[in-house]
């Protein structure tokens, strides 16, 4: 069975949960394309990392979610997040130069979540609706809304589970 992210539930905001997220390892790489295409694009080296192609030439299990996020309209970030064992000590230095380990702290997100198959629009609009239930819910938004998906490409659309989310802190 696949690993998820560990995080912890906080509360229930109506239609988000505010979640409290410990420190963790990730692979990241930044791609050219539109968005849709991005998750794709990006998803190749970084299974090529956890499939050994790192300097450790080590094997690392899938972890769920895979994570995107949009710097500009035409680049991307798409995020695998490493097993909750591996830190700074024991993640395996990237073999391709199009990969990146990022350590990410401790913080603070709001989810939403929805189901269906994978569109800049839907995202867009679930992005749309997180933020206005952030702000009054008295958050203060953080950064970028990204994108996690949950589930291969082949699963049908109506079974898939995806997240938008954004980093927040409490006001005052």
Same mark, same amino acid.
């Given at each position: %069975?696949?690993?998820?992210?560990?995080?912890?539930?906080?509360?229930?905001?109506?239609?988000?949960?505010?979640?409290?997220?410990?420190?963790? %390892?990730?692979?990241?790489?930044?791609?050219?394309?539109?968005?849709?295409?991005?998750?794709?694009?990006?998803?190749?080296?970084?299974?090529?990392?956890?499939?050994?192609?790192?300097?450790a030439r080590q094997a690392?299990? %899938?972890?769920?979610?895979?994570?995107?996020?949009?710097?500009?309209?035409?680049?991307?970030?798409?995020?695998?997040?490493?097993?909750?064992?591996?830190?700074?000590?024991?993640?395996?230095?990237?073999?391709?130069?199009?990969?990146?380990?990022?350590?990410?702290?401790?913080?603070?997100?709001?989810?939403?979540?929805?189901?269906?198959?994978?569109?800049?629009?839907?995202?867009?609009?679930?992005?749309?609706?997180?933020?206005?239930?952030?702000?009054?819910?008295?958050?203060?938004?953080?950064?970028?809304?990204?994108?996690?998906?949950?589930?291969?490409?082949?699963k049908p659309g109506f079974?898939?589970?995806?997240?938008?989310?954004?980093?927040?802190?409490?006001?005052?």
């Amino acid at each position: %069975m696949t690993q998820n992210q560990p995080y912890r539930l906080l509360k229930r905001h109506g239609e988000f949960e505010l979640r409290d997220y410990p420190a963790g %390892m990730q692979i990241e790489t930044e791609v050219s394309g539109d968005f849709i295409n991005a998750g794709s694009i990006g998803f190749r080296p970084l299974v090529n990392f956890i499939s050994g192609n790192n300097r450790a030439r080590q094997a690392i299990a %899938m972890t769920a979610p895979v994570i995107q996020e949009s710097v500009n309209t035409s680049r991307h970030k798409v995020r695998f997040v490493m097993p909750e064992e591996m830190d700074e000590s024991n993640t395996p230095s990237p073999a391709d130069s199009k990969v990146t380990v990022v350590r990410v702290p401790a913080h603070l997100a709001a989810a939403r979540k929805f189901g269906g198959s994978w569109n800049k629009e839907k995202f867009e609009r679930e992005g749309t609706k997180l933020l206005e239930e952030v702000t009054q819910a008295g958050l203060i938004p953080q950064g970028n809304l990204y994108w996690s998906r949950f589930d291969p490409p082949w699963k049908p659309g109506f079974l898939k589970h995806n997240e938008v989310l954004i980093r927040v802190k409490k006001a005052g």
